[in-house]
């Protein structure tokens, strides 16, 4: 065993590759080393996987003084096929239990009630955390105002999670649907 010193390692051919080990060597970088990249990596790092953004295809109306489930029937992209379109449920898929950063928005269509909020659940089946409360707007005269948060949650596998809204403005209003308007996403931090 030895110690390799040199300021410069070049593969024999011009663009050529350059192999370190092989399967199951360790190679360890010491603490107070820097590694420096100029070029381009892959495969280091990690991703914000899972990751999902589902919406309300069209507009819907919410009954007043009813908590209702978000009715996101639409999806822009979810990388572990995790949400539901039919129920509106995310579901935490096996093995990728960890911190989650969730967000969230609705839209009212033209009412002004005096108190509109929304909130991310943990639906009964999936786990003892009752509501998380992430948004809320109160009074205002802005018939069209968006009403949005986000959180950050530690989730574990089968948690199952929807957006509820409620208003107690009188009668049923209805809400803006499409992805820019009404929609619940979310991606596990990579730790």
């Known amino acids: 065993m030895g110690t390799i010193k040199t300021t410069n390692i070049e593969p024999i051919a011009d663009n050529g590759t350059v192999t370190l080990g092989s399967s199951g060597d360790t190679f360890t ?3 107070g080393v820097t590694i420096t990249n100029n070029g381009t990596q892959t495969g280091f790092g990690g991703a914000n996987t899972p990751n999902f953004f589902a919406y309300v295809s069209s507009n819907y109306s919410v ?3 009813t908590e209702t489930t978000l009715p996101l029937n639409a999806e822009l992209y979810d990388t572990a096929s995790a949400f539901n379109t039919s129920t509106y449920t995310f579901t935490v898929p096996s ?3 960890g911190k989650y950063y969730l967000f969230g928005q609705i839209r009212k269509n033209n009412f002004s009630g005096s ?3 929304f909130e991310i659940l943990r639906t009964p089946s999936g786990g003892s955390l009752g509501g998380i409360y992430i948004a809320e707007n109160s009074g205002g005269s802005d018939g069209y105002i ?5 959180t950050v949650i530690s989730l574990s596998v089968g948690d199952a999670l929807q957006m509820k809204i409620y208003h107690n403005d009188s009668g049923s209003r209805e809400f803006f649907g ?3 308007n009404s929609f619940f996403g979310g991606y596990k931090i990579i730790e």
């Open 95 to 97: 093995g990728q239990a």
């Open 29 to 31: 970088v010491p603490s």
């Open 63 to 65: 009954n007043s003084t």
């Open 178 to 180: 499409g992805f820019q």
């Open 115 to 117: 108190r509109t909020f």
């Open 146 to 150: 968006s009403i949005s948060g986000s």
